[in-house]
Structures are given as C-alpha cells and as structure tokens.
C-alpha cells in the first residue's frame, strides 16, 4: 500500500482533529512575505552579501562588489533587491551609499542559517 493511500485509511479511521487543524489556521500568519524572504537569500550572491554585514555592519556598494567578485552594478542590483524586501537598509554619504542589514532578525536569520550549514557538514563529514 502506498503512503498516500495509508493516510487516507488513517484519515478515513480517526478523522483529522478539526479543533487542532482550525486553532493552527488560526494562528498561521500569513506567510507569503516570509517566503519571500527566503527566497531573497536563496541566491547564493544575495546570501553572501548579507552574510558580509553580519561581518562588518556597513559597507559600500564597492566593498561588496570586491567581497562578491562583481562589478559595483552587479552588487547594486543585489543590494537594492536586499533593501526592497527590508532586509537591508542604505544611506549615502556623498557619491557613496552604504548599506547595512535592516535589523537584528536579519542578522540572526543569516547568522543561524550558516551555523545550522555549519553543523550539517560537521555531521556529513563525521561519517566519512
């Protein structure tokens, strides 16, 4: 029997908690802007740059470029799509704009993703 058709009999026997299922609807924000996020720092390049301002709080668009190996167009492009989603945030300074994350939610999401990469190669190399 397949896994689908097992929770069909299951859910045909004991039903779905309807009190459960609607107090988690209830309480399920609405997620889209979320995923959206995740999505933002699902590229690689836009990772590495927020990861960059966990390291140093602010940096120029300059900076980035040299840090992503990109032209400063290219880290600008990034940047301002960082910024539009609220995870970074910019302010100029003569020629210059210097950006820096939005806040410490942004910091920390970086931050937890590469400490959790961290330990998941820690583990797949303790088998080798």
Known sequence: ????????????????????????KKQ???L????????????????????????EEELCVCDVGEIIG????????HLRFLRDLSLAKSRRKGKLVYYSLADHHVNALVK??????????AKDGEGS
């Open 1 to 24: 029997m397949q896994a689908k058709d097992m929770c069909e009999v299951r859910c045909e026997v004991t039903k779905a908690n309807e009190d459960v299922v609607l107090s988690v």
């Open 28 to 30: 399920m924000p609405e």
């Open 32 to 55: 889209e802007t979320a995923a959206q996020i995740f999505k933002a720092l699902a590229d690689e390049t836009r990772l590495k740059i927020a990861y960059a301002l966990t390291i």
């Open 70 to 77: 990109s032209s400063t167009a290219t880290a600008s492009h």
């Open 112 to 121: 937890l993703a590469y400490e959790h990469a961290i330990e998941e190669g």
